[in-house]
């Protein structure tokens, strides 16, 4: 006996099934349809049915990134982006490419590219879970490193969030290393403030603080040039020369002030010049355009 697609059995029956609600509840769906889909009912309300989840490439590009592309740049985009949308508020509403776009068109899906590359638009199952895989191995390599036991060595953060992880033993009780390594730079800079300071207030500070200035600045990785070096002390001098000047107290005006208001202001004013010398030669000996004769 053959069976035909009008025939009225066949017909009845796939009325009914396509009729039939699914036995699947989605996770947003109601208690009383996740109770009868626990119990292998079907659902009662429509929208509590479970339905596939269009996901987009974790890569996708957005629409502002879009924007900024022709149309025929964005329809060359690769296949897995060109995937469905669907427009509820255009009119009339529909289906559209998410990529083949630009100001003012848009493009029905699917579209030239999800038409020749089909198999490509969507990832396969199978591709897909091997992927996740991947990426779940991955991920549990990384958190081993990050917060488990390694060759017998164990994590250490610090409370700054900006620095990383570092492995180490057990019995190691060292702190950060990258606390460390900023106390010591902002240790040798107060050296260094301080070395150029004496010299600068010193008639004759002698060989020892200057040949100490000439460690601190071969210490500092301020220069590769090993001839700049000289020019990096000089300007630091000139500098801390300069904080001293402005630092220097400007005389409070006062009724009972010999000195008219004329004069403090004059001092005040010299005081700024005098700095803004000093900073000035600090420039130029940094950069040895400085008038040495």
């Not at 999800?114 to 991955?138: I, M, N, R, W």
């Not at 090993?226 to 005389?251: H, L, N, T």
Request: proline letters at 7%; one cysteine or more.
């Amino acid at each position: 006996m053959t069976y035909t697609d009008d025939d009225p059995f066949w017909v009845k029956n796939r009325a009914e099934f396509l009729a039939a609600r699914s036995t699947s509840a989605d996770a947003s769906a109601c208690g009383t349809c996740r109770g009868r889909a626990a119990a292998g009912e079907p659902v009662e309300h429509e929208g509590c049915q479970q339905r596939a989840t269009l996901l987009y490439a974790p890569d996708h590009p957005y629409y502002e990134i879009l924007a900024g592309f022709s149309l025929e740049e964005n329809q060359a985009l690769p296949a897995r982006f060109h995937v469905p949308f669907f427009d509820d508020c255009g009119i009339p509403n529909g289906w559209y490419c998410a990529v083949c776009q630009d100001e003012g068109t848009i493009t029905g899906w699917p579209c030239a590219a999800a038409t020749k590359y089909g198999s490509e638009v969507f990832s396969p199952q199978h591709a897909a879970e091997t992927a996740q895989a991947k990426q779940a191995a991955e991920l549990a390599a990384y958190r081993a490193l990050d917060l488990g036991d390694l060759d017998g060595r164990v994590s250490a953060t610090c409370d700054n969030p900006e620095h990383p992880t570092w492995l180490r033993t057990p019995d190691d009780n060292r702190g950060c290393p990258w606390c460390r390594t900023a106390e010591l730079e902002n240790a040798l800079a107060a050296t260094g403030r301080s070395l150029s300071s004496f010299i600068f207030d010193s008639d004759d500070p002698g060989t020892d603080a200057l040949g100490a200035q000439w460690l601190y600045h071969q210490a500092m990785p301020n220069a590769d040039d090993p001839f700049a070096q000289p020019r990096a002390f000089r300007s630091s001098v000139f500098s801390e020369a300069a904080k001293a000047v402005e630092e220097m107290d400007v005389p409070a005006p006062d009724e009972h002030s010999e000195r008219p208001q004329a004069y403090l202001d004059g001092y005040s004013d010299g005081l700024q010049d005098a700095a803004e010398s000093l900073e000035k030669l600090a420039d130029q000996a940094a950069e040895g355009s400085e008038v040495t004769s």
